[in-house]
Every structure is written in C-alpha cells, then in structure tokens.
C-alpha cells in the first residue's frame, strides 16, 4: 500500500482554520458568558475529517479513510485533498481510478506540485509514459528541488525510448542529492541501453561502494556483460546473502544476480539452487486453477460466432503489429528485427490495449457477472473509437512509419479483441521450445506482474495454458497469426527474417540482417543480448539444468520436447 504522505499535506492541513477552542473558566463576579453556538466551519470540519483519513491511512484501516474522504466529497464536491487521498489510497488496487482521483485534484490544484507528480508517477505505474512525462515535468517546474519528479522523469524518460533524456533527468538528481539510494542504478539502467555497458558497469560500482540500492546494483551490473572467470563480485555477492539482516525482496536479487554469474561459469547446479532460492524468497503466489478458468472464459466468449457479428467492426489501419508470446520467447530480438526495417518502429511493450481490455471487462473471468458483456454489445461505433484511442496512442510513439510494433508479450491473452478492432493488424506468434521458454523466464529477473514463475511446477501449468489459448486463436483466425519460431530464427536468420518481412507487407531492407547495429536504446531484460549477432548457446539450454528441473517438465507433460 503506497502511504507516502508528502510533507505539503501536513503543511495544508496546519493551515486550515483549527476548531474553536474551549472558553476559559470565568473570573469571579463577572458575569458567567454564555457558550457559542457557533460549531467549526465548513472548512475547519473538513480539515478534521481529513486528518483523521490521514491516521486511518497510516493504520491501514483504509476502508474507513476512504469512507471519511467520501463524507469530506458529499459537503464539498471537488475537494482536492480529498481526492489526492483517495488516489493514494486506491494505488495499489486500481491505478485506473487513483488516476482518475488524482486528475481531479491537480485539475482543482494545477499549482501543487505534489498532486501533479502522483499523477506522473501513477501514470508511469501504468506504463503510460507520455502523460507521466507531461506531469513529472510539470511537479518539476512548480518545484525545482522536489528530487521524486526529476527520478521519476528518469524512469519515464527511459522507458519512453529517450535513453539520453533519461540521463539528463538522473544527473539532476544527483546534484540535488547525491546519495539517493536508487538513482545510481536507473543511471546505469539507461547506460546499458544505450550499449554504454563499462559506464552503466562503473556507476554499478560506485553505488554498491555508497552502500546504495546494494542488491539492485549487483543484479544490475552481472547483466552489463558475460563471465567466463569468477569475478570478485561473486564472492561480494555470497558475502551479502551471509549477512542475516538480508532476507526476503532484498535477498532474491542477490540469488538472481549469484545465479546469473554461476549460470556464465557453467556451475549450473550451483546456479539453479540460487534461483529456487531467490524464488522462494519472493514469496510471490498465482492461483493457476484461477488463471486456467480466465482462459476458460476466453475461449467461450471470442467464438468464431461472435467475429461473424463483429465482421467489418474496428479500424481497416495496418500500422499497428502486434508481436505475442511467453516472455523470454524471442519477442525482443523479432521486434529489433523488424524496427531495423526504416518503414518500421519498435514502440516496445505497450500496457495500452491490455488497460483497455480490462476497462471492458475482460480482467477476470466468467465467474464475474459482467465478463464479456461489454465485447458482446459492442457497437461498430464503439469498436471505432477504440481503435482509434489505440492508434493516437501509437502517433506518440512514430508518426510517419508504416508499421508500429507492439511488442507486449501478454497480449496472447486478447488476441480476439485485436482481432476485432484491427482487422487489417499484422499478428507474430513468438515460439520457443517450452522447456527452455519456461527456464529463461524462470532465471530472469521479471516483475512481480509474472507471478507465475514463482515456482517450476506452477509455470509449467501456466505455459499450458498459454499454448491452449494459442491454440485457439490459430483455429480461430487461420492465416492472420505468422508463427515465428526461436529456433527457425536462429538456424536460418536471413530466410526466417525474410518470412518476417513479407508478413508485414513490406520490401526487404538488408539492415533487417544487421539488428544488432540498430541505434536507440533497448528498454527490457534482453538489452544484452539483442546487441550481439545471433548465437546459438541458448538452444536446448535446459538440459544443462536438466536433473534440477524435472517439476518443470512433468508439469509441461506431452509439451516438453525431451
């Protein structure tokens, strides 16, 4: 739960009128005065609902904060200290609507920097980071020295595609603070991809010697390069985990980090006791039984009766390309491919269309009343200004490309509603044999949104229902989905890369062969690899791990190419 409270609020609250105090005992033989009738203000009530929204909020008692901030809204609609803490509130529960709150502040508030940098930076939670660009700014401008807009314009700007922006941002802040515990690391981050690899290695360094973001950095830094001797920073790293103050979040980058550099050795045992321990350390839970139900309900709405229905619906644009698949499956090195092409663009992994199916109810499953109805009872109106919200969307990205990708991995999940909204759309299908699909995201550093890799047996189970909806969506749409397989593209890169091309519906362009050329920067864990030619070391990989993961292919069952 975020509970940052900004120093401002405690400033505004103090500001607002205090309730009147009691009248002092009467001196003797004066008459006795009588009690005002008098009670608090409008403003001054609200100022006390407030504040104890604010301690009902450290306590964590929020359906009572949230309550009270209502309560301060039905006697004065658009207060924006009330709205600002329902947005914090609903943070970790429902970005969508704290944006929606904290818009409404900073529309009340244009001048407090404090709202407009919770809206940036809910905005970049999101992955939107043309409005959280706009609003990190914005926080920076009202307020040169509030050090959170310039690291959060870091972020954004690093994320966006501007590598070099991003730089600026982080060289700000450590004029302004020098030991900010997390800007060294976003700095090497935005180094790394720009290929600057032995800077990104020297700014790692320099963190951990600052006792900064310690096990960040070393995560960070095994991945600027490849070992092929033991470097001191292993013997550092196993140091740390000695430490018994290091548990839980802060230990599994530490394993990660250990079991990356064993893994270059070709300790591999040794490397995989460290990754089931960084998984076991953090902690993260998926309810397969859950997810399996979802696709489920997946396949039952998105028949081929309902493409009948919707036939003609949506925008006839071929601009946007949609590359899907597991993660870890090849998405990045097909998206470097194809943007090397000068009529293409890799906009990266795009959160759009994927908000913009769960704002129509696609989230859950059937067992929420609502799943499905809205795509059910969609007009061609409604599909048309989705589809072109999606396409502005795109235009911040590239304007004048022939094809944008979008490089989102999960949108295997909705396939059918792209295939609705953009007829036209090219699909690629990354593919990867399952086992070494599985071991790669299982021994990369992903987010807690991939829950499913907290365990070998559960990720198995997960990857069957990834390919069970694949399945599908192929059957459902024969001839729109082009399947590009990670082993075909590493054998015959130039014949597979041409098959690439020609999906797209353009000429062949040699650069397309020369990916690991392209300049800009390369925005996810792939960033290392992507800047080499092809290599085939990552082929049948697992069987190096083979006597360690075995829950891994049982689980996999006839999927497992053994």
């Given amino acids: 739960m975020n509970s940052r409270l900004p120093p401002a609020w405690a400033k505004h609250l103090k500001a607002q009128p205090a309730p009147p105090k009691a009248a002092p005992p009467p001196k003797a033989g004066l008459p006795k005065p009588q009690p005002s009738k008098a009670g608090p203000s409008r403003a001054q009530a609200d100022n006390i609902l407030l504040r104890q929204a604010l301690e009902l909020q450290k306590a964590e008692r929020l359906p009572e904060a949230e309550e009270l901030c209502h309560r301060v809204l039905a006697r004065t609609p658009e207060h924006p200290l009330a709205l600002y803490i329902l947005g914090t509130l609903g943070l970790d529960f429902d970005t969508e609507l704290a944006i929606k709150y904290f818009e409404r502040a900073a529309a009340r508030e244009p001048g407090n920097p404090y709202y407009q940098l919770s809206l940036g930076e809910a905005w970049l939670k999101v992955a939107d980071y043309s409005p959280a660009i706009k609003h990190l700014q914005r926080a920076y401008e009202l307020k040169p020295d509030l050090v959170e807009a310039l690291y959060g314009l870091g972020q954004a700007y690093h994320k966006f595609d501007k590598a070099e922006m991003a730089l600026a941002a982080y060289e700000r802040v450590l004029k302004l603070n020098d030991d900010h515990p997390s800007v060294r690391v976003g700095l090497a981050r935005a180094l ?34 490849k070992f092929s001797t033991e470097p001191p920073e292993l013997r550092s790293i196993i140091d740390e985990l000695d430490d018994a103050a290091v548990v839980g979040p802060l230990s599994h980058d530490l394993h990660m980090a250990a079991g990356k550099v064993l893994s270059d050795l070709k300790r591999f045992d040794d490397a995989m006791d460290h990754y089931l321990k960084a998984k076991t350390s953090a902690a993260r839970n998926f309810d397969i039984a859950s997810y399996r139900k979802r696709v489920d309900s997946l396949i039952e709405i998105f028949d081929a009766e309902l493409l009948a229905a919707k036939a003609g619906f949506g925008d006839p644009s071929n601009i946007p390309v949609f590359v899907v698949g597991m993660p870890r499956s090849g998405t990045t090195l097909t998206e470097q491919i194809c943007s090397s092409h000068p009529d293409v663009y890799g906009a990266g992994e795009l959160t759009k269309l994927g908000r913009m199916g769960s704002a129509i109810g696609l989230r859950g499953n059937k067992a929420d009343r609502s799943f499905g109805s809205l795509v059910k009872s969609m007009t061609n109106k409604q599909s048309q200004a989705m589809a072109q919200e999606y396409l502005e969307y795109l ?15 999960h949108n295997f999940e909705i396939v059918g509603l792209i295939a609705i909204l953009f007829p036209n759309a090219r699909i690629i299908h990354c593919r990867r044999d399952a086992i070494d699909n599985c071991l790669s995201c299982f021994t990369s550093n992903l987010n807690e949104t991939h829950g499913y890799t907290s365990d070998l047996h559960g990720l198995g189970l997960y990857y069957r229902e990834y390919d069970r909806l694949m399945e599908h969506w192929k059957t459902l749409l024969p001839g729109r989905i082009f399947e590009n397989r990670y082993e ?29 050329e392209k300049e800009g920067s390369v925005r996810t864990i792939s960033r290392w690899q992507v800047r080499q030619p092809i290599y085939t070391s990552s082929v049948k990989r697992w ?15 006839d999927l497992a190419d053994i």
């Fill in 395 to 409: 235009r911040q990205y590239s304007l004048p490309d022939l094809r944008v990708v979008d490089k989102m991995p």
């Fill in 543 to 557: 069987k190096n791990y083979e006597g360690k993961i075995q829950p891994l292919i049982e689980a996999l069952g």
């Fill in 192 to 225: 790394t991809s720009l290929g600057r690899m032995d800077d990104a290695a020297a700014c790692l360094r320099e963190a951990i010697a600052k006792r900064q973001s310690v096990p960040a950095a070393y995560q960070t830094l095994v991945n600027t390069r």
């Fill in 488 to 516: 075909e593209l590493i054998s015959d890169q130039e014949a597979q890369s041409h098959r690439l091309i020609d999906h797209l519906g353009l000429p062949w362009d040699d650069a397309c062969l020369r990916f690991f």
